[in-house]
Every structure is written in C-alpha cells, then in structure tokens.
C-alpha cells in the first residue's frame, strides 16, 4: 500500500485533509503558455497531485502547468479573495457544492456542460453519483477528481460477539442494540459531540433514509421552507428520541473527533458502533492496537428506516474533490486546463498513487488495483458503496453556502443537546435557505 493508510488518513474530515508544508513547480519549465493551478499541502494529497501535472507538463511542453500549494485553512481564505479579486488561478480545486455554486452565481468560472458533452468518454469513466457535487441548477461548473470518503457504520465485532448480537439490519434493531448494549454497561454509539459535524452524519442518513435524497435536495435547491418538510421534522424527533434512548457514549457533547477520542472509545470496546467517515478505517488502523488487523472491526452501510422512502444503496459523504476553470482565464490556459481534465488526470498511475495513500479513485474499475492489498476487502466495500450508489449526497456543510454551514452545524449542536425542538430547528434552518 506504500503509505500506512492510518498516516495518510489520520487529518481527513469532511472537509478532507488539513496539511502543512510548502511548495510549488512540478517540472513547468516549458517555453509555451502557462495554466496556473492550487492546491492543498501536506498528505495524503500533495504527492499524487504534484506527480499528475509533472507528467502533464513532461507530455506537453508548450502548453504547461504551474502550482502552488496551499496550507488547508490557508487555501481557503486565499482562494475566496482571489476570485473575489478576478485573480483565480487557471484551475480551481475545491469541493464543490455550496462553495461552487458561489463561484457560479459570481460568473467565475466555466461551464463545462458542453465539453463533458463533447468528451463524454471522460465522463462515464467516473462513478456517477461524482457529479452532484459539480453540478449547479442542472449544469456542470467543474470536473470530479481524486478519491471518494462515504460516511459508513462501523461496529466492534468483539462487542457484538459478547453480547450475542448481530449488526442492525434496519433502524428498528439500531433501537433494539441500544437497550441491549444499555443493559451490558456498553455505549451503543460512539460520538465525538463538540465537533459538530459528527452529528450531522446522523441526520444526513435519518433523512435520506426516511424520505430519500429529494429532502435535502430542496434545501440545496434554494426552495422555501425546505426543513419542514413532513420527513425531516421525523428526521429530527428520531435523532432527540435516539439521544433520549442514551444511544451515544455519556458527555459525547464534549467529546472531540479530532482527537480521535471517538474511535478510541470503539476500538476499545467502550462502545459498540459509530458512524464515521471512511477515513477513520486507517486512523483505528494506525492507533487500535491489534483491533483491525485481528479483525476485530466490521462496517456496513447505514442500514433502511422501517417505512422509509429512501434508497438503502445511497450514502453521504465526500463523493470527490473538483476541479473548475476560472472564466477569467486566457483562452489558451483554459484549452491547457481541459487537456489537463482529458489526459492528465486520473491516469494509472495517478489511481495507484491514491490507492498507495488509502483512497478508493473515483474511477470505474479502480478496484481492480486493490488486489494484494491486506486492506483489500475494506477497499472493495467502500468501492462498492460508493459505485452503486444511485445518489452520493455532500456533506451538508460542504453542500451548503458558508453561511448557512455555520447556522446548521451551531443548531445541530443545540439539537443535540435538547435545548431546542425540532420545529424550532427547522424554523431556524428554513431562515437561511439561500444565503
């Protein structure tokens, strides 16, 4: 696997990595036009990224690509102001939604429906469900790329075993472990509370789950008085009476995901179950001990609400990274750009590099490179999930605007915390749908 995947996934949240270093080149010394590119520093995504535009730029001298890499907090803030500023690179790297779409509404960057209509090759060796994220009131603004993180349901084998259980097949046994768990001294649900997006997890598959994808897709879609609908408002009463039920670890609103505390607290068997993004396999790899390697770790998808409208192949998540070009580029940097998105990207050996830092590429038949793995089978499933998903939804607050993202992870933390109602949430969510 080259990198341990505990190293190269022990940052990643939703909002992928947070790296740190320097840097920029990758061979771009050809004499002909120069695209510009930015991107995050540090692992697991610097190396496979620096080596893709070496190749470019090796392939293509008269047509080259310059980087910069970006400290993750850092990139953020410059890369609003440049574009604020009509002074983006050539290729803007990103995570779609909510942010993307900003970039639309302010005319700074391409659309790119026509050329993925005229390369349609390069469209449908993506996993479909990629394109969500990249796509803005039917119209795609930016090219999918690099690795998918589904948000899945881990377990504690050893637990289950000791209890003389098996996994939820339904919501209805997820209410049915919790007494089980309760009444063996076993937290049912592990949770890093204080960060906030932990819990979101919850509500995006309680959602998805009880009235299918279109639930937050309003919400995304700008339509009025979206969070009341009949679904989310039973989304919400779920996720108080589950807290109510005692289903997460005692002080959870104080426990932190980014000190992994959370995935302690399964790899130990302090608590049965918790659902996490598919980073945290390496991190409970890289930190549990003998836990994965003895096979003491199982996952599964979110398993279907009893009644529910939705999918039970669908999932959450990061369902990639993107890629736009910036309007305000020259028109020879925009044809070195989409060269780039035709030929450079997510070549063979770019898929092995990112299978070599832990990640699944969003390319049909990547799996294809996981034989030998000894992360073989975790790969698969995540590789399964994230191919046959009908719909791959963002992480809400990626999907939504910044701020919007902040009002919904502050109310989610009151949710959490019983101190408002679930109408009371909604009301405050439907407050700022569209801004």
């Given at each position: 696997?080259?990198?341990?995947?505990?190293?190269?996934?022990?940052?990643?949240g939703?909002?992928?990595?947070?790296?740190?270093?320097?840097?920029?080149?990758?061979?771009?010394?050809?004499?002909?036009?120069?695209?510009?590119?930015?991107?995050?520093?540090?692992?697991?995504?610097?190396?496979?990224?620096?080596?893709?535009?070496?190749?470019?730029?090796?392939?293509?001298?008269?047509?080259?690509?310059?980087?910069?890499?970006?400290?993750?907090?850092?990139?953020?803030?410059?890369?609003?102001?440049?574009?604020?500023?009509?002074?983006?690179?050539?290729?803007?790297?990103?995570?779609?939604?909510?942010?993307?779409?900003?970039?639309?509404?302010?005319?700074?960057?391409?659309?790119?429906?026509?050329?993925?209509?005229?390369?349609?090759?390069?469209?449908?060796?993506?996993?479909?469900?990629?394109?969500?994220?990249?796509?803005?009131?039917?119209?795609?603004?930016?090219?999918?790329?690099?690795?998918?993180?589904?948000?899945?349901?881990?377990?504690?084998?050893?637990?289950?075993?000791?209890?003389?259980?098996?996994?939820?097949?339904?919501?209805?046994?997820?209410?049915?472990?919790?007494?089980?768990?309760?009444?063996?001294?076993?937290?049912?649900?592990?949770?890093?509370?204080?960060?906030?997006?932990?819990?979101?997890?919850?509500?995006?598959?309680?959602?998805?789950?009880?009235?299918?994808s279109?639930?937050?897709?309003?919400?995304?879609?700008?339509?009025?008085?979206?969070?009341?609908?009949?679904?989310?408002?039973?989304?919400?009463?779920k996720m108080?009476?589950?807290?109510?039920?005692?289903?997460?670890?005692?002080?959870?609103?104080?426990?932190?995901?980014?000190?992994?505390?959370?995935?302690?607290?399964l790899?130990?068997?302090?608590?049965?179950?918790?659902?996490h993004?598919?980073?945290?396999?390496?991190?409970?790899?890289?930190?549990?001990?003998?836990?994965?390697?003895?096979?003491?770790?199982?996952?599964?998808?979110?398993?279907?609400v009893?009644?529910?409208?939705?999918?039970?192949?669908?999932?959450?998540?990061?369902?990639?990274?993107?890629?736009?070009?910036?309007?305000?580029?020259?028109?020879?940097?925009?044809?070195?750009?989409?060269?780039?998105?035709?030929?450079?990207?997510?070549?063979?050996?770019?898929?092995?590099?990112?299978?070599?830092?832990?990640?699944?590429?969003?390319?049909?038949?990547?799996?294809?490179?996981?034989?030998?793995?000894?992360?073989?089978?975790?790969?698969?499933?995540?590789?399964?999930?994230?191919?046959?998903?009908?719909?791959?939804?963002?992480?809400?607050d990626?999907?939504?605007?910044?701020?919007?993202?902040?009002v919904?992870?502050?109310?989610?933390?009151?949710?959490?915390?019983?101190?408002?109602?679930?109408?009371?949430?909604?009301?405050?969510?439907?407050?700022?749908?569209?801004?």
């Amino acid at each position: 696997m080259g990198l341990p995947l505990g190293a190269a996934l022990a940052a990643c949240g939703t909002s992928g990595p947070a790296p740190s270093g320097g840097g920029a080149g990758a061979g771009a010394s050809g004499s002909g036009t120069k695209a510009t590119y930015w991107f995050l520093q540090g692992p697991p995504g610097e190396a496979p990224r620096t080596a893709a535009v070496k190749r470019f730029n090796q392939a293509n001298p008269n047509g080259q690509i310059a980087i910069t890499t970006i400290q993750n907090d850092a990139y953020k803030t410059k890369i609003k102001t440049a574009i604020g500023a009509g002074q983006a690179p050539t290729i803007i790297w990103g995570w779609g939604g909510g942010g993307l779409r900003s970039y639309v509404q302010a005319g700074q960057v391409e659309d790119l429906t026509s050329w993925f209509d005229q390369n349609a090759a390069v469209k449908d060796r993506l996993f479909p469900s990629s394109f969500g994220a990249a796509t803005i009131d039917g119209k795609i603004y930016a090219m999918p790329c690099e690795t998918v993180q589904p948000i899945i349901l881990f377990y504690n084998k050893k637990v289950f075993e000791k209890v003389g259980v098996q996994p939820p097949q339904s919501y209805g046994d997820i209410l049915d472990l919790v007494k089980k768990f309760n009444a063996q001294g076993i937290a049912p649900f592990s949770l890093g509370g204080q960060s906030r997006w932990t819990n979101m997890m919850w509500l995006e598959f309680l959602f998805d789950r009880i009235g299918g994808s279109e639930v937050f897709q309003a919400v995304f879609d700008g339509e009025k008085d979206a969070w009341n609908n009949p679904a989310s408002i039973e989304g919400l009463t779920k996720m108080q009476e589950l807290i109510k039920a005692n289903a997460f670890v005692k002080g959870f609103s104080s426990i932190t995901a980014d000190s992994n505390a959370d995935q302690a607290l399964l790899y130990t068997g302090k608590a049965a179950m918790m659902l996490h993004g598919s980073w945290s396999y390496g991190i409970q790899q890289a930190q549990g001990g003998d836990f994965v390697p003895s096979g003491g770790l199982g996952w599964m998808n979110f398993p279907p609400v009893d009644g529910g409208k939705g999918d039970p192949s669908d999932t959450v998540g990061n369902p990639g990274q993107y890629l736009s070009i910036s309007s305000k580029a020259s028109p020879e940097q925009k044809e070195i750009a989409k060269k780039f998105f035709a030929n450079g990207l997510l070549d063979d050996q770019e898929q092995k590099d990112w299978v070599g830092t832990g990640g699944v590429p969003i390319v049909k038949g990547s799996d294809k490179l996981f034989t030998g793995s000894k992360d073989a089978e975790f790969l698969n499933f995540i590789y399964g999930v994230a191919s046959n998903a009908k719909v791959f939804a963002q992480s809400w607050d990626q999907a939504l605007s910044p701020t919007a993202a902040e009002v919904l992870l502050d109310n989610i933390a009151k949710l959490f915390q019983l101190s408002i109602s679930p109408q009371q949430f909604a009301t405050n969510m439907n407050a700022v749908i569209g801004k």
